[in-house]
């Protein structure tokens, strides 16, 4: 989601809902923006302290999850304990490789997979409306390393 558009749908956002903007949610949502996918809060948070050390933990988990209900963020669980955050990019679905090992995350898009997900589906009267699929196993790296 380009940067531009994402801080107008936020600003958006804070005005249907009453809320005011202010700097440390403007640098929070730029360094969110800015960062690669999958990152935690706790990464976020790294980042911006080092422009404004008075920005807690606290306030960057809540403005992670205003960037969720505004649209902007999915929040994902992908390994117990871990929590991550990732652009929502507009509409696009994606899928994802997850390193049971190291944490890696690979997003990955397959529409054979989708194809056979609906055909599933289908055969047993259902009508999807969302769905999610995590792959979970050794990256190369660390199958390389024996640890398979």
């Given at each position: 989601m380009a940067k531009t558009k994402a801080k107008a749908e936020f600003s958006r956002y804070l005005q249907a809902n009453g809320l005011r903007s202010s700097t440390q949610r403007d640098l929070i949502l730029d360094a969110f923006l800015s960062m690669p996918p999958h990152l935690t809060a706790e990464e976020l948070h790294r980042k911006v302290a080092?422009?404004?050390?008075?920005?807690?933990?606290s306030t960057v988990y809540r403005a992670l999850r205003l960037f969720c209900?505004?649209?902007?963020?999915?929040?994902?669980?992908?390994?117990?304990?871990?929590?991550c955050f990732e652009q929502a990019v507009g509409g696009d679905h994606h899928d994802h490789l997850i390193c049971e090992g190291c944490g890696r995350i690979v997003e990955f898009e397959c529409q054979e997979i989708e194809d056979l997900?609906?055909?599933v589906a289908r055969r047993h009267g259902f009508h999807l409306t969302r769905h999610r699929l995590e792959l979970f196993g050794r990256c190369p790296d660390c199958a390389d390393n024996g640890d398979v």
């Amino acid at each position: 989601m380009a940067k531009t558009k994402a801080k107008a749908e936020f600003s958006r956002y804070l005005q249907a809902n009453g809320l005011r903007s202010s700097t440390q949610r403007d640098l929070i949502l730029d360094a969110f923006l800015s960062m690669p996918p999958h990152l935690t809060a706790e990464e976020l948070h790294r980042k911006v302290a080092r422009t404004d050390g008075g920005i807690g933990l606290s306030t960057v988990y809540r403005a992670l999850r205003l960037f969720c209900d505004a649209g902007l963020a999915k929040q994902r669980h992908f390994q117990e304990g871990r929590s991550c955050f990732e652009q929502a990019v507009g509409g696009d679905h994606h899928d994802h490789l997850i390193c049971e090992g190291c944490g890696r995350i690979v997003e990955f898009e397959c529409q054979e997979i989708e194809d056979l997900q609906e055909q599933v589906a289908r055969r047993h009267g259902f009508h999807l409306t969302r769905h999610r699929l995590e792959l979970f196993g050794r990256c190369p790296d660390c199958a390389d390393n024996g640890d398979v």
